[in-house]
Nanobody, 127 residues
Framework: EVQLVESGGGLVQAGGSLRLSCAAS????????????IAWFRQAPGKEREDISC????????YYADSVRGRFTISRDNARNTVTLQMNSLKPEDTAVYYC????????????????WGQGTQVTVSS
């Protein structure tokens, strides 16, 4: 079973930056980190959980929602089994709990297709 742990959330002023990390574990001889696409979702109070970014398993593919494109950058370090989401020019509307999720294979916007989830990390952007 793949386990995910997010870190790096916090309180920041509008225009500031945060760097979220997703550390993955639980890989075996027939299940490698590089085989998994890793996505970031976020959920604001009273709203649906939305996908905001994803990085493919081994093809270099990246996806960004319109709301974060140009401000957020996703990257992965396969040697350390981590995925990072660099968030710049943060806005109050970015305030949410941020979750990373993993699925074997390709990125998807459908959260039901992701079998492994972290516990989430709170990001609060003050105006």
């Amino acid at each position: 079973e793949v386990q995910l742990v997010e870190s790096g959330g916090g309180l920041v002023q509008a225009g500031g930056s945060l760097r979220l990390s997703c550390a993955a574990s639980g890989f075996t001889f027939n299940r490698y980190f590089i085989d998994f696409a890793i996505a970031w979702f976020r959920q604001a109070p009273g709203k649906e959980r939305e996908d905001i970014s994803c990085i493919g398993s081994s093809d270099g593919y990246t996806y960004y929602a319109d709301s974060v494109r140009g401000r957020f950058t996703i990257s992965r370090d396969n040697a350390r089994n981590t995925v990072t989401l660099q968030m710049n020019s943060l806005k109050p509307e970015d305030t949410a709990v941020y979750y990373c999720a993993a699925r074997r294979g390709y990125c998807s916007a459908e959260r039901v297709l992701f079998g492994s989830w972290g516990q989430g990390t709170q990001v609060t952007v003050s105006s």
